[in-house]
């Protein structure tokens, strides 16, 4: 059973710093990972989405990473901004088609502080 | 892509009763899924409604207790029965971004049982 972990819980930081966020999972047979972000009220907005045979994907101040043999991604944004709080989520999923369904970890709740 | 609303956006029921949430999309899609976050808990899949045929339930989730409509490509509801306090949650709809597999979700519906 695929289970996902992100690290740390909840971050604080100061406007203009770079920051990573961690997510890990236990089943490396990934079809893709996806980094979205949860803000209340307003549902996820999908950030970036990395296939299993990509290392990485980049969105403007974002860029995600992919280690599939070691079960790792990396979210860093660069030059964070208050507008970036929020609760940042990784998932993956296993399998594409009608087999598609994601995986969740629990998040990282950003605060960047002005 | 898509474009997706829910009604309603928060409600407070009464134990014993149901509530039924309704999920609009603005293109049609092939595959709708129906996700459950607990307070400080990730995204749980409860199940996925393809229209034309009955909802794949994921482990630990029952029709009777959640049934799904899928009538047309573009809507979609599900009913949370014979509710107890343990069923307050955010619900949210999602539905696949076709050939990208990118992940659309709605609002989310707020949901307090007491």
């Known amino acids: 059973k695929q289970e996902v972990t992100q690290i740390p819980a909840a971050l604080s930081v100061p406007e203009g710093e770079n920051l990573v966020l961690n997510c890990s999972f236990t089943?490396?047979?990934?079809?893709?990972l996806q980094w979205f972000r949860q803000d209340p009220g307003k549902g996820l907005t999908s950030l970036l989405l990395?296939?299993?045979?990509?290392r990485e994907q980049t969105s403007g101040r974002l860029n995600a990473s992919l280690d599939k043999s070691s079960g790792r991604s990396t979210l860093y944004i660069a030059a964070s901004q208050p507008g970036d709080s929020a609760t940042y989520l990784c998932?993956?999923?296993?399998?594409?088609?009608?087999?598609?369904?994601?995986?969740f970890g629990k998040g990282t709740l950003l605060t960047v502080n002005p | 892509s898509a474009v997706i609303s829910q009604k309603p956006s928060r409600d407070i029921c009464q134990r014993g009763t149901s509530l039924t949430i309704q999920c609009q999309v603005d293109?049609?899609?092939?595959?709708m899924f129906w996700y459950r976050q607990q307070p400080g808990q990730s995204l749980t899949l409860i199940a996925t409604?393809?229209?034309?045929?009955?909802?794949?339930?994921e482990s630990g989730f029952v029709i009777d207790k959640f049934p799904i409509s899928r009538p047309n490509l573009t809507f979609s509801t599900l009913t949370v029965s014979n509710m107890s306090p343990e069923d307050s949650s955010i619900y949210l709809c999602?539905?696949?971004?076709?050939?990208?597999?990118?992940?659309?979700f709605g609002p989310g519906t707020r949901l307090t049982v007491l």
């Open positions: 999602s539905v696949e971004g076709g050939a990208t597999d990118t992940q659309y």
């Open positions: 089943d490396s047979a990934i079809y893709n």
């Open positions: 990395i296939q299993s045979s990509q």
């Open positions: 998932a993956v999923s296993n399998s594409g088609g009608s087999n598609y369904k994601l995986t």
């Open positions: 293109s049609q899609v092939t595959m």
């Open positions: 409604a393809n229209q034309g045929s009955e909802a794949t339930y």
